[in-house]
Antibody, heavy 122, light 110 residues
Framework: QVQLVESGGGVVQPGRSLRLSCAAS????????MHWVRQAPGKGLEWVAV????????YYADSVKGRFTISRDSSKNTLYLQMNSLRAEDTAVYYC???????????????WGQGTLVTVSS | QSALTQPRSVSGSPGQSVTISCTGT?????????VSWYRQDPGKAPQLMIF???KRPSGVPDRFSGSKSGNTASLTISGLQAEDEADYYC??????????FGGGTKLTVL
C-alpha cells in the first residue's frame, strides 16, 4: 500500500533553515509528481510546491517562492523541501502528497503523509 | 491568487442532504475541470473525496457527489451520517501552475 512518511520538522528560529523529507513507498515514485501542502495551526490548507515526476519542473506558491526549494531523489524514493529564511508565518504542519495522475503536477492529491510540524519561533 | 470561497460551516440531520459550495473565478473553478474535494478529520491528513469535478476515487461512497456551474463547484452529501462530520476543503487548478484551496467548511451532523 502507498505510504508517505514525513520527517525533519521541529522548532527553528526566524531566519534559519530546515529541510523536510518524505519517504515514499508502495508505488512507482519516479512516475508521479509530488507536492508539499501545509496547514497553519487552526487554519486551512495551503499548497506550497510541486515537483514533476523526473524533477525537471518545479513550481511554488508565491508565499514561499525564492525561499523554499523542492527536490526529489528517485534512487531513495524520497521527496525534500529545503526551507530557508524561515518566518513565523511558515509555522505549520507540512504534508507531502502524491499526484494522482501519471506524470501529473496539477493534482489531485490521492495520498498524503501524516504531516510534520514546523514551528518558527525565537 | 486568493483562496476559493467556502461557507465556514454547514449542518444537517442524519439522512438529510447537505451541499457545500466553493466559489472561485473564471480563472480557476470556472476555467478548468480540475476541482477536487478533501475531507479532513481533526489531527489527521486530508483524504481525497472527489476529483475532476465529479469523479469518485474507489472506496468513496456514492453518497458523495460533485458538480460545477460556472465559477461555483459543489459537494453534495446525501443520506448524511454521523461519521460524515469533518472539515471539507475544495481545491482547483488556477492556470500557470497555481493551485488553490478553499478556506474549508466544517460539517456538523446534528
Amino acid at each position: 500500500q502507498v505510504q508517505l512518511v514525513e520527517s525533519g520538522g521541529g522548532v527553528v528560529q526566524p531566519g534559519r533553515s530546515l529541510r523536510l523529507s518524505c519517504a515514499a513507498s508502495g508505488f512507482t515514485f519516479s512516475t508521479h509528481g509530488m507536492h508539499w501542502v501545509r496547514q497553519a495551526p487552526g487554519k486551512g490548507l495551503e499548497w506550497v510546491a510541486v515537483i514533476s515526476f523526473d524533477g525537471s519542473n518545479k513550481y511554488y506558491a508565491d508565499s514561499v517562492k525564492g525561499r523554499f526549494t523542492i527536490s526529489r531523489d528517485s534512487s531513495k524514493n524520497t521527496l525534500y523541501l529545503q526551507m530557508n529564511s524561515l518566518r513565523a508565518e511558515d509555522t505549520a504542519v507540512y504534508y507531502c502528497a502524491k499526484d494522482l495522475a501519471y506524470r501529473g503536477v496539477i493534482a489531485p492529491f490521492d495520498y498524503w503523509g501524516q504531516g510534520t510540524l514546523v514551528t518558527v519561533s525565537s | 491568487q486568493s483562496a476559493l470561497t467556502q461557507p465556514r460551516s454547514v449542518s444537517g440531520s442524519p439522512g438529510q442532504s447537505v451541499t457545500i459550495s466553493c466559489t472561485g473565478t473564471s480563472s480557476d473553478v470556472g476555467g478548468y475541470n480540475y476541482v477536487s474535494w478533501y475531507r479532513q478529520d481533526p489531527g489527521k491528513a486530508p483524504q481525497l473525496m472527489i476529483f475532476d469535478v465529479s469523479k469518485r476515487p474507489s472506496g468513496v461512497p456514492d453518497r458523495f457527489s460533485g458538480s460545477k456551474s460556472g465559477n461555483t463547484a459543489s459537494l453534495t452529501i446525501s443520506g448524511l451520517q454521523a461519521e460524515d462530520e469533518a472539515d471539507y476543503y475544495c481545491f482547483s487548478y488556477a492556470g500557470s501552475y497555481i493551485l488553490l484551496f478553499g478556506g474549508g467548511t466544517k460539517l456538523t451532523v446534528l
